[in-house]
């Protein structure tokens, strides 16, 4: 448990309770003794209590001027690029640079909030990009990771008492469309295929697929549109039904 004491003081406002705590610099490690003061011994009392529970937890961290651009660079420098690969800490360092840096550089580290940081990646969502046009989500979601990964490590290190990015919602990733195929797409398929072996596989795959559109169609009270499929092997051609989709 972190010592600390309690002395009374006469100030212009009158009498009041000065606290303090025994801490550690994490960066430095300089043993340090940050205070409080209080209007009332019991409030110093209580004060004093709680202090040093926050301190058993890691929640209470050692006052610093440090910004969130400083952490940043010393982050990169003395953690990422050691973790990561050459070109991944090069993105890391361009990306803060860029886009990090001019909006919450010259913030506290120990008071920028999950607030500051959303209304930082709606700015370059709506148009923070160097040609004043908006970043795609997926890089703003890179950032989130990065910022996120970073706070971590300064969680870790006590230099700030919660990792505010857990806070944050990050942009969606968009979905790519899928790809399906309809029934020429599957005939030039088994076209193909017929000579590796696998051909009846396929054929299976395909017949498996319309039957479960043909149930799906019965159950929504419709006909399902018959389109033409592969020829079965020494007869005509069989039906399928709408796109197979992307094996």
Do not use: C
């Not at 309770?17 to 110093?44: C, H, I, N, S």
């Not at 506290?108 to 209304?119: E, G, L, R, Y």
């Amino acid at each position: 448990m972190a010592r600390g004491t309690i002395t009374k003081i006469e100030t212009e406002d009158g009498t009041r309770w000065r606290v303090r705590v025994d801490m550690v610099d994490p960066e430095t490690g300089r043993r340090l003794r940050p205070q409080r003061t209080y209007k009332t011994r019991r409030e110093a009392d209580a004060g004093l209590t709680q202090w040093r529970a926050e301190i058993e937890r890691g929640m209470s961290v050692v006052p610093s001027g440090k910004t969130l651009g400083a952490y940043l660079e010393f982050w990169l420098d003395t953690s990422a690029r050691h973790r990561v690969r050459w070109t991944t800490f090069v993105s890391y360092q361009r990306l803060v640079r860029l886009y990090v840096a001019p909006a919450l550089g010259n913030v506290t580290v120990q008071k920028v909030s999950a607030a500051q940081i959303q209304a930082l990646y709606s700015s370059l969502l709506t148009g923070g990009g160097r040609s004043g046009t908006g970043l795609a989500p997926r890089t703003v979601r890179y950032i989130h990771a990065i910022l996120r990964r970073a706070m971590k490590e300064a969680l870790a290190l006590g230099l700030v008492s919660r990792n505010v990015t857990e806070a944050v919602s990050p942009p969606k990733a968009p979905r790519p469309p899928v790809k399906t195929w309809d029934a020429p797409d599957l005939r030039r398929f088994m076209a193909v295929a017929q000579g590796d072996g696998y051909s009846p596989l396929w054929l299976l795959a395909a017949h498996r697929h319309a039957a479960r559109r043909i149930a799906r169609a019965s159950l929504a009270g419709r006909r399902p549109r018959p389109s033409r499929g592969p020829r079965r092997p020494g007869g005509a051609d069989r039906a399928t039904w709408g796109p197979v989709h992307t094996a």
